[in-house]
């Protein structure tokens, strides 16, 4: 069992371009996240999605774009990447709904943008 | 809204000494409180959870955390340090049933001295 996984490792990216970074769970978890991590900051919520076919915004969602086709993948996209979006992206998941779980967290994506 | 305190950037321990790392939340009604750890280069790991009942919990790796209503707050203790235990511990409240969503504290960074 893999739990959450997420792709790529890391990955250095010209300002202005498109990226997106990649999130698939095998847990069937009905709810997915993404957060960025920042020092100093600690992990903020961008978006997040309560099921397959539904999305929210979280606390700093301007930049970036979710969807959710499917209950295992929850893409990340950047359409035109700016420095300030460089971070530590983590996926997680949680089986949400009939009771208070945790959310399980990727290994993350670290992302530069020059 | 909620919102997650964690007073302590860094805390240096020696090994074998008790470990308490502060948490004080705001939220309105009952809290949804975690404790995750983050090791090096790693995701996020849950060590213990509060959702009702006995105020004193149980966690992964000889953590406990004492939930105390007075004081908004969910501490983090454990008796005996060991080096592996130096990493980025993280705070989070949740807002309960149908809404999974968490809000992280910055973070609190053990370092373990021998």
């Known amino acids: 069992i893999a739990g959450i996984t997420q792709a790529p490792t890391s990955q250095i990216l010209a300002a202005g371009r498109r990226m997106t970074l990649r999130c698939t769970q095998d847990m069937r978890h009905n709810a997915m996240y993404w957060y960025r991590q920042d020092l100093g900051l600690g992990l903020r919520l961008i978006h997040y999605?309560?099921?397959?076919?539904?999305?929210g915004k979280g606390e700093v969602p301007d930049g970036y774009s979710v969807s959710r086709a499917n209950t295992d993948d929850f893409p990340l996209t950047l359409a035109s990447a700016v420095p300030s979006q460089t971070s530590v992206y983590f996926c997680?998941?949680?089986?949400?709904?009939?009771?208070?779980?945790?959310?399980?967290f990727g290994p993350g994506t670290r992302l530069t943008v020059l | 809204a909620q919102s997650v305190t964690q007073p302590d950037i860094h805390i240096t321990v020696s090994e074998g000494a008790s470990l308490e790392l502060r948490c004080n939340y705001s939220y309105g009604a009952t809290p949804y409180l975690f404790w995750y750890v983050q090791s090096p280069g790693q995701g996020l790991q849950l060590l213990l959870k509060y959702f009702s009942g006995d105020t004193l919990v149980q966690g992964i790796k000889g953590f406990e955390a004492e939930f105390k209503r007075s004081q908004s707050s969910f501490n983090l203790r454990k008796p005996s340090v060991h080096w592996s235990d130096a990493a980025e511990y993280f705070c989070a409240v949740g807002a309960g049933f149908g809404n999974e969503k968490l809000t992280f504290g910055t973070g609190t960074r053990l370092t373990i001295i021998p």
């Open positions: 999605s309560n099921t397959a076919g539904t999305t």
């Open positions: 997680a998941s949680s089986d949400a709904g009939a009771s208070y779980n945790e959310q399980f």
